[in-house]
C-alpha cells in the first residue's frame, strides 16, 4: 500500500529540463588544443563570461565573435542572414580549434553549409569544430548558453534576450553537412545534448 | 581645458567654467590620495590622445588613444570610444572599437558594444554584451601549461542527483 505521505508525480507532461552533464568531448577537445601553446580559438557565441575565462586561461587566444547576437539583431530588422558571414572576416587558417555550441541548431540548411564552408577556410589544417546540437525532443523552447564549470562540466543558462527559431537536424543529415571534416568524436547524452569533433584534413 | 571632478556637459560650460574658475577660486590642495575623475558629456567630442593621471569617462565621442596606466577609464552608456586604450582598469557599456591593454580588469557590460582585442589581468563580460575580439589573459608562464594538462574529474565525481544527464552513447571515429 502507498504511503499517503509521499507525493506522486506525474511526469509525463513534464517539459524537458536542461540538466547538467559532464562534456566528454571538451576533455577531448582540449586534449588536443593543449598540446599547441599558440593555439587559437574561436567562438561564435553566445557571449558568457564563464567560458571566456575557461578558454582565455587555456589557449594562446580566444577570439568571441558573438553571432547569436548579430542574427537576432539582422532577424528583428528583417536583414538577410547572408550578412551575417561578414562578421567572420578573419583571415584563412587563423584558427586552431572553432567553437559552434548550438548555433547551427538556429540555421536553415543552407545557411548551415554556408557556415560550415567558412569554418573550414577559417580553420588550419588539422584544426578542430566543436559542435553542440539537441535531440528534438529535449530542444529547449528558449536559447540556453552552455556554460563551463571545472571539471568540463556544463550548466545551462537562459538568454531571454535572444529569439531565435530552431531547426533539428538529425544525426544523419548533421554527418553530411559535415562532409568536408572528418568527425573525430561524437557523443550523445542522455538530457539530449548531441557533441560532435570535426576536424579538417 | 578638462575640469577635475566636474561634468562637461558642452562647450560653452567649458568656456565659462574655466573662466569663472581662474578669476575667482583658488583651488584648495587635494590629498595625494583621492581618486579624481573627469567625464566628457554626452555633448562632447574629442580628437586626439590623452594621457591622464585621474580616472576618467567618456560619455561623449572620442577618437583618440588613451594612455593612463595607474587610472581607471570607463566608457559610459551613451559613451563612443575609437582608440587603443591602457589603463588601470577598463569599463565598457558603450561603443568602443579598439584595443585594450590593462594590468588589472577589463569590465563589458550587457550594453556594450565592443570590438577590438583585450590584454588584461582578469576579465567579466556579462550576457548580452555585443562582442566581437580575442582576449589574451595575462598569467605566470607556468599557468597555461598547468591548466591545459587538467584533467577531469570521474562520472562518479558528479553529483549524485543528476545521473541522466551522462553520456549514454558514445561514437569514436578517432583513426
Redesign the interface.
Known sequence: MANPTVPVYDYSHAEPSL????S?LL?KY?EK??RS?TA?VLDVG????EN??FF???????????LF??LNRNRRKGLPVNKLWE?LDYPPHRFDGINLWDFIDHLTNDEVGRLVHLCHTLLKPRGMMMITSFEKQWAPPQIH?FVMRD???ITF?L?D?LDLPRHYYSNRILTAMLSDF??????????GVREFLCRRD | MLKKGKKIEDNSSVAYDTVTEQKTITPAPRPEARAESTTIGEQITIEGNIRGGEHLVIEGSMKGNVEMEKHNFTVGSKGRVEGEINAQNIKISGQMIGNIKTQGKVEITKEADFMGDIRAKRISVEDGAYFKGSIELDQEPHRKTALAGKSTPTPAAQPANKPNSQTAKEDDKEN
Open positions: 540538466a547538467d552533464y559532464t566528454m576533455k582540449f588544443l593543449g601553446s587559437q553566445p557571449v558568457c563570461e571566456i575565462i582565455a586561461q587555456r589557449v594562446k587566444r580566444f577570439h568571441v565573435c558573438d547576437l548579430r562578421f548558453t571539471g568540463f562540466q543558462r538568454q534576450h572528418q568527425t573525430v568524436k561524437s557523443f550523445i547524452y542522455r538530457n
